[in-house]
């Protein structure tokens, strides 16, 4: 009997580990975005979505080979991003009013969910996407593991380290890192900021693009996935302090893990609630999440 | 008193003589349902815009607090087997004190971390609806009698139409006299700048629970009402589709404006009718609307009205909104 | 003074009377010589259109073809599509519009279970005659009102034909892994009754969300109890999801589906595991197999009328009802009133359509829950079969 506890507990960190993967990658679009323009992109479940159609299209529909769909999904969403500061934070950032662009892109993000269904809601409740890799699970030290779900684990690091290189290496990275740094220096040393801005915002949509293409055999593609998924993608940023992608990650990790464990040990009706109770507690008792920097209250 | 016949004053007298006179004119049940749903979403909005636009508190709890209202007030009747009359106000009570709850989170954080973390919390709220079954019957609702309002002589849905009206037109006047009374320029001082109106000798605390005391006084009620008038009471009528509606309402009308917050409240239920009728996208049409006026017509539809008549003498509140969010 | 009692006193005047002109109206409202108007509400977007949108069709290609045959009785039925959005406020509202305001002779549809409930209160206070074809939900139908009949499979139907699937297979130890939304719950209650009363023990009662991307704590605890047969009551997604993450841990019980899964074929590639439905069986109201020459003409009918919308076991929800709503229109003779066509109704027997998989039978007063049997079939060697 302890044996199978044991092994119980084994196969829900591995689930755990391998969908806080899947959680990690939405958040690190959102943190993205938020280091830079201090905003939460509310559409950027959206953009996941949209990201998994469009793939679907391309790989499915078109029957093009996956590494043409997953650039199609990238490209897409890439665009999608710069849409998205086009019409909701260019044109409302001068004014200062965080609310008035959060209240946009929740109007967006609605917008964005109707075109998806008028588009690929009329083909069934759920579009499945074939898995890339042999769908029988591997054996890992006696765990049955998708190997999809390894997949998106292995992406996931390959996301988090592309992007160090990206932040540390190239010239349009360390622009945007200098903006998140300090949006002043950055305008005063002649930085064009708004396209960083712009940059930052397709950036961040393209990589939910990214972890569409990869998710989609696991989640399954319908219009409404984009809230659910921005919901955990949101937990798991709060989590790890909003503005830190190495905090994201463990944010999605534990955040994962969690719901196994409150699924498993409490109670199954937990899993999908978890994530809110999260986001309310962090905001609440720890705002500034684990990877926070310390509050700055403006006047 | 002279009236200016293009007032808001005017024209909300003359929009409320109209909602009174329509059933007696003919109006048939399914536009007297309509005009029913029309004034309880004016009562929302008016509550919502008073914590949103004049206090400049992103709150996205408020579709939450409407359906802790319904569910009170339903619940109530049917476990207590109390007179409605009874519930309606219990129910309130019920939606206040959980909106008041919410003031410990928006006296730390402002913004979209109010708005993430309330939209957290009507996601729970929502789930403890569909979950506590004993008490609240889950996910598959229940319905309640109709309202009986013997010994007058008068049908359950009129019943139900004439209070609406009559409360919707006490709430609108109440609100009125907040708005420019010392609570409502403390509100705008407080979505200003929270630092400087602290400076100013402004509660903090006081105010902000004012704010979402009354917005979930106003929400709680029209809760009540909604439930009445459908006799059912099911959780999804408070999920996103009802916090988008809310959002829209606000800013169609006017962000600040209480005339605008009854225009809004009507509009919605107009729109969304039309929606419907016309096979377009809910969602497109509604989060259109919602990123439109945000982009294009800040003040919402009061900002047209005003500029065509000048003597639309409404002093509006729009925030200016705060501009850093750290938390 | 007396003037503002005059006013107070109208409206409840003018009602007195219009009611009582609307009672003498109502038998026949909606009919002239030519024409019955029938109206129609469901969802026609979001999640839950199949069970609206796409049923409408089925109602429509229906009243084409009797149209094109002359009519019933002279006369063309016309249908009426109101969007309900799969709300409460919102169907209340499509009744109300349909019945005051297009002033309908009858109601076909009721998609989600949560807002045709809450509009029963309406239509039966209208007394319009009413074929629920979607929604599964008992209490639509129970207690019995005059005006309310269903030509689907009721959940509690549905939910005894699962126990008794699993008895008969031999399982001893059964489990059940449901949504708790409207839509499960309105299963999972007549459920947990029916096991109650033969006094069977579940080994795990589990609960998987609609949005669940894994289930594997749900899996683990399955197999950990050791269940011999799951009866599922989820949608065709997080079942899925559910069935992958067990056969991903090499745990293969008999997976008993319900109605919502009958897109096998779908639903295997959803799974996308090989193998995986080898021991899943799911129920049917509707007939599905395209070979059948009826099923194939409507088909055809559909994708002419409607190419823009898929071909779905949906649209037989819509086209059942249908065919029941003509036959009793049929039987209720030329001088057609509300009260012929319920009478007509509830005395249908046997009726065979080209859509349920069961005759219709309405044993009207005492029971208008018109369809008690389904079908079960599974998927085996890429095709589907028909279990008995």
């Known amino acids: 009997m302890k044996t199978q506890d044991m092994m119980i507990f084994g196969y829900l960190m591995a689930t755990g580990l391998t969908t806080g993967a899947l959680y990690a990658l939405v958040a690190i679009g959102v943190v993205v975005v938020f280091r830079a323009t201090g905003v939460v992109n509310f559409a950027h479940g959206e953009m996941f979505m949209i990201g998994g159609f469009l793939a679907w299209t391309a790989h499915v529909m078109f029957g093009l080979p996956f590494l043409v769909a997953f650039a199609a999904a990238v490209a897409g969403t890439f665009v999608l991003g710069i849409i998205t500061y086009q019409t909701t934070f260019r044109p409302l950032a001068s004014t200062g009013n965080q609310n008035a662009i959060l209240l946009a892109m929740v109007g967006l993000s609605f917008v964005l969910k109707g075109i998806a269904r008028d588009l690929w809601g009329g083909r069934g409740d759920y579009l499945s996407f074939p898995p890339l890799v042999s769908p029988t699970p591997v054996d890992i030290f006696g765990f049955m593991i998708m190997s999809q779900q390894l997949i998106v684990l292995g992406a996931a690091i390959a996301v988090m380290i592309g992007f160090w290189l990206f932040f540390r290496f190239t010239r349009a990275g360390k622009f945007m890192q200098a903006t998140a740094d300090n949006t002043k220096a950055a305008r005063l040393v002649g930085l064009r900021v708004d396209r960083v801005f712009m940059l930052t915002f397709a950036v961040g949509a393209a990589i939910a693009g990214a972890a569409a293409t990869l998710m989609a055999p696991l989640t399954l593609l319908y219009p409404d996935v984009g809230f659910s998924l921005f919901v955990k993608g949101f937990a798991a940023a709060a989590l790890g302090g909003l503005g830190s992608i190495p905090g994201a990650i463990v944010g999605g990790f534990l955040l994962g893990v969690t719901e196994q464990l409150s699924a498993n040990y409490i109670a199954t009706g937990l899993q999908e609630v978890a994530a809110f109770i999260l986001i309310f507690l962090v905001m609440i008792f720890i705002p500034n999440g684990l990877f926070g920097t310390a509050a700055r209250r403006r006047v | ?327 | 003074m007396k003037r503002l009692l005059h006013t107070l006193l109208l409206p409840a005047a003018l009602f007195a009377w219009s009611a009582s002109a609307q009672a003498q109206d109502a038998q026949t409202q909606g009919i002239t010589d030519t024409e019955v108007k029938v109206g129609a509400f469901g969802p026609f977007g979001g999640p839950a259109y199949l069970f609206g949108k796409i049923a409408m069709n089925g109602i429509e290609v229906v009243f084409d073809k009797v149209n094109a045959e002359g009519g019933i009785n002279g006369r063309k039925l016309v249908l009426i599509r109101e969007d309900d959005s799969c709300r409460a406020e919102g169907a209340i509202a499509a009744v109300k519009k349909l019945v005051y305001d297009e002033k309908v002779f009858a109601l076909i549809g009721g998609a989600c279970s949560n807002s045709t409930l809450a509009a029963r209160a309406e239509i039966e206070k209208a007394g319009v005659p009413f074929i629920l074809n979607s929604a599964t939900s008992d209490a639509i139908t129970t207690p019995v009102a005059r005006n309310i009949f269903t030509s689907q499979i009721t959940a509690s139907v549905e939910s005894r034909a699962q126990v008794d699937f699993a008895i008969a297979r031999g399982a001893k130890k059964i489990a059940v892994v449901a949504m708790k939304d409207a839509w499960g719950m309105s299963r999972y209650t007549p459920l947990m009754k029916y096991l109650d009363e033969k006094g069977i023990k579940l080994v795990a009662n589990l609960e998987l969300s609609p949005d669940a991307s894994d289930a594997t704590p749900q899996a683990l605890q399955l197999k950990a109890a050791g269940a011999d047969a799951v009866i599922l009551l989820l949608y065709p997604k997080p079942a899925a999801i559910m069935v992958r993450d067990a056969t991903k841990l090499a745990f293969d019980p008999i997976w008993i589906g319900q109605s919502t899964i009958n897109d096998l074929k779908a639903f295997n590639a959803q799974v996308g595991m090989p193998g995986a439905l080898k021991n899943f069986a799911s129920i049917t109201s509707t007939k599905f197999d395209p070979s059948d020459p009826a099923i194939a003409a409507w088909n055809d009918r559909l994708k002419a009328r409607f190419p823009n919308d898929e071909i779905s076991p949906f649209n037989m929800y819509g086209l059942g009802s249908a065919q029941v709503f003509v036959e009793a229109l049929k039987l209720a003779g030329r001088d057609l009133t509300r009260d012929k066509f319920l009478a007509a109704l509830g005395q249908l027997k046997n009726f065979k359509s080209d859509a349920y998989f069961g005759p219709i039978t309405c044993n009207a007063p005492t029971d208008h829950q018109c369809n008690r049997t389904p079908g079960w079939f599974a998927w085996k060697d890429d095709k589907l079969v028909t279990l008995d």
């Open chain 2, 1 to 327: 008193m002279l009236l200016r016949l293009t007032s808001p004053m005017a024209a909300g007298i003359a929009l409320f003589a109209l909602l009174f006179a329509a059933p007696l004119l003919g109006a048939n049940e399914y536009y007297s349902y309509i005009l029913n749903l029309m004034m309880i979403h004016v009562i929302v909005t008016v509550g919502l815009n008073l914590v949103m636009g004049h206090a400049g508190q992103l709150v996205f709890a408020n579709a939450a607090i409407f359906g802790i209202g319904a569910y009170g007030t339903a619940l109530l009747m049917k476990h207590f087997g109390l007179p409605f009359w009874l519930c309606l106000p219990l129910g309130a009570m019920l939606a206040v004190s959980i909106g008041l709850a919410l003031v410990f989170p928006a006296l730390r954080l402002s913004g979209i971390y109010l708005a993430l973390a309330t939209l957290a919390f009507a996601q729970c709220a929502l789930w403890v609806m569909v979950h506590w079954t004993p008490v609240t019957f889950g996910a598959g609702g229940f319905t309640i009698p109709a309202v009986s309002f013997a010994p007058l002589p008068i049908s359950p849905d009129m019943g139900m139409y004439y209070l609406a009206w009559a409360v919707c037109a006490l709430l609108v006047v109440l609100a009125r006299n907040i708005v420019r009374s010392r609570i409502g320029r403390a509100f705008v001082a407080l979505s200003d700048n929270e630092i400087s109106a602290q400076s100013l000798g402004i509660d903090l605390l006081r105010y902000k629970a004012a704010a979402f005391g009354l917005s979930s006084l106003f929400a709680g009620i029209a809760g009540g009402l909604f439930a009445g008038t459908l006799r059912f009471v099911g959780p999804e009528s408070f999920d996103l589709h009802q916090m988008i509606l809310q959002l829209v309402a606000v800013v169609l009308g006017g962000i600040g404006s209480l005339a605008g917050s009854v225009i809004g409240g009507v509009l919605i239920v107009v729109v969304l009718e039309f929606t419907k009728a016309t096979k377009m996208s809910v969602e497109i049409v509604f989060g259109g609307l919602l990123l439109v006026f945000v982009l294009f017509a800040k003040g919402g539809l009061v900002v047209f009205i005003r500029r065509f008549l000048p003597s639309w003498n409404e002093t509006l509140h729009a925030s200016p909104a705060p501009r850093s969010k750290a938390p």
